[in-house]
């Protein structure tokens, strides 16, 4: 494949906050992705920069592609890595490796008449994992999350998950004097509802409707002593029958993460900012027992190839991939085809607004899989 041209614009994410977008011409295809932001993030993901600064050394990578043929994704990849020369990416942005990345793995797709899912070899579905309600950082739990115990279909289950999340809405009308209806940066229900009020309504009326419940504690967030989490974290698994903790404690805490796991061994306790999609944080959690599953964010790490190699060194050891949204996304669908082609377990997609985008395409996909 070789490469025409490659162009970079500045467009909106769905946070109403400016991110970058790539378009890559190969003469046969024109194919473009647009970059997602994180609100949340972690000191271990990769470099990101804002369009003036990105500008700046675009000019020096684009000279390196124009003109060359690659002959797949690992030879892109390795280019940006030998162009940045850093770690994190911390002299071009881990977004413009990405956005550079995620539109070159299209070109490839379609230059072999395939979706990318079709491109990458995956024929597995992933379990949705949907965000419900939640506050935000200053929360003590960020997102009150769903998903299925059972699938016979995704879309079935996502089906079966959107009842649910409009469900709740008329829950919380009538226990949550002050709802208004309004929604987070994913489109979850926002309440004023204490903790274990919340979970108390979601377990009574959703238990037995084939989902389990699950938190994302956004733990870096989190105001408690490790000890008060600690006991803090496991009488809510208990009392709720958890099924799914992610990021019960700050992002260095490896110890605690395992400790957690040992006492719970039937729940997925998932790290995401203790692994932020790093081959090196995740080997180091496996060292030390500390999660079973983990989630995986492309711009966290910046090429595609990396994040092939995270789920696939996470699957060789037994842990679970979740392949995530951002709070900052695009209308780009790309981690559907991605949470297929590479057989991921999980999609942390949202289930309303801008997330229906990734929603419908899993939906098409299935279908594509089924045909």
Request: hydrophobic share 35%; glycine share 6%; with cysteine.
């Amino acid at each position: 494949m070789k490469i025409r041209n490659i162009k970079l614009r500045e467009i909106l994410a769905t946070n109403s906050k400016r991110t970058i977008e790539v378009e890559i011409d190969t003469g046969r295809a024109k194919t473009r992705y647009g970059v997602p932001m994180g609100t949340s993030t972690g000191k271990y993901e990769a470099k990101s920069f804002n369009f003036e600064n990105v500008s700046k050394t675009f000019p020096v990578v684009k000279n390196n592609f124009i003109g060359k043929n690659f002959r797949n994704l690992q030879e892109v990849d390795d280019l940006l890595r030998k162009i940045d020369g850093t770690d994190d990416f911390s002299h071009i942005g881990a977004n413009l490796a990405l956005g550079i990345s995620a539109a070159c793995l299209k070109a490839f797709a379609y230059e072999e008449n395939a979706q990318v899912f079709e491109y990458l070899r995956g024929r597995i579905m992933p379990k949705p994992l949907c965000n419900l309600a939640g506050g935000w950082v200053e929360s003590e739990i960020q997102e009150f999350l769903v998903y299925p115990k059972t699938q016979r279909s995704f879309k079935e289950e996502v089906f079966n998950i959107a009842n649910i999340y409009l469900e709740l809405e008329k829950i919380l009308e009538k226990h949550d004097k002050r709802f208004l209806h309004g929604k987070n940066l994913e489109s979850a229900w926002t309440t004023t509802l204490k903790t274990e009020v919340l979970m108390d309504l979601m377990h009574k009326h959703f238990h037995g409707r084939n989902i389990n419940l699950g938190v994302d504690v956004a733990g870096n967030y989190n105001k408690r002593n490790l000890k008060q989490q600690y006991i803090f974290m496991s009488k809510l698994i208990k009392k709720y029958q958890l099924g799914y903790v992610e990021d019960p404690f700050k992002e260095d805490e490896f110890e605690s993460f395992s400790s957690l796991k040992r006492n719970f061994r039937d729940v997925l306790i998932c790290g995401d900012d203790l692994i932020a999609t790093n081959l090196r944080r995740l080997d180091e959690a496996i060292k030390k027992d500390a999660v079973n599953a983990i989630i995986v964010k492309p711009n966290q790490i910046g090429t595609i190839t990396d994040v092939r190699k995270v789920v696939e060194h996470a699957k060789r050891n037994n842990i679970a991939t979740i392949i995530s949204h951002r709070s900052g996304e695009t209308e780009d669908e790309l981690i559907a085809q991605l949470g297929v082609g590479l057989e991921c377990d999980m999609a942390k997609i949202g289930i309303s607004g801008e997330r229906i985008c990734k929603i419908n395409e899993f939906i098409r996909i299935e279908e594509r899989l089924k045909s």
